[in-house]
Nanobody, 122 residues
Framework: QVQLVESGGGLVQAGGSLRLSCAASGRTFSTYVMGWFRQAPGKEREFVAAISDGTTYYAGSVKGRFTVSRDNAKNTVYLQMNSLKPEDTAVYYC?????????????????WGQGTQVTVSS
């Protein structure tokens, strides 16, 4: 069982930056594929980014603005979000999947955090 706790959300103006963190329990964090998803009001939860053993994947809407990284020694995955836009407003979720392959499908992930709100004002 893996428990995930996100932090770092908040209110920011358009063009600003935020860094989300997701702390994971467990001793085998390095074997997990970690993903970030987001869900805006009235919309389905969508893929944002993922990281495996070093390879990263991004949704087209965030590529070049967001960076996913991980620190296996701290059991933590990060999402650095720059040049934020109002359309990035959503609840952001961290997710974990044991082992490869990396997937952009939310159904492929086994564990989820509770989410953290990101609001970007225009």
């Amino acid at each position: 069982q893996v428990q995930l706790v996100e932090s770092g959300g908040g209110l920011v103006q358009a063009g600003g930056s935020l860094r989300l963190s997701c702390a994971a329990s467990g001793r085998t964090f390095s074997t997990y594929v970690m993903g970030w998803f987001r869900q805006a009001p009235g919309k389905e939860r969508e893929f944002v980014a993922a990281i495996s053993d070093g390879t990263t994947y991004y949704a087209g809407s965030v590529k070049g603005r967001f960076t996913v990284s991980r620190d296996n020694a701290k059991n933590t995955v990060y999402l650095q979000m720059n040049s934020l836009k109002p359309e990035d407003t959503a609840v952001y979720y961290c997710a974990a999947k044991w082992g490869p392959p990396t997937t952009m499908s939310r159904g492929g992930y086994d564990y989820w955090g509770q989410g953290t709100q990101v609001t970007v004002s225009s």
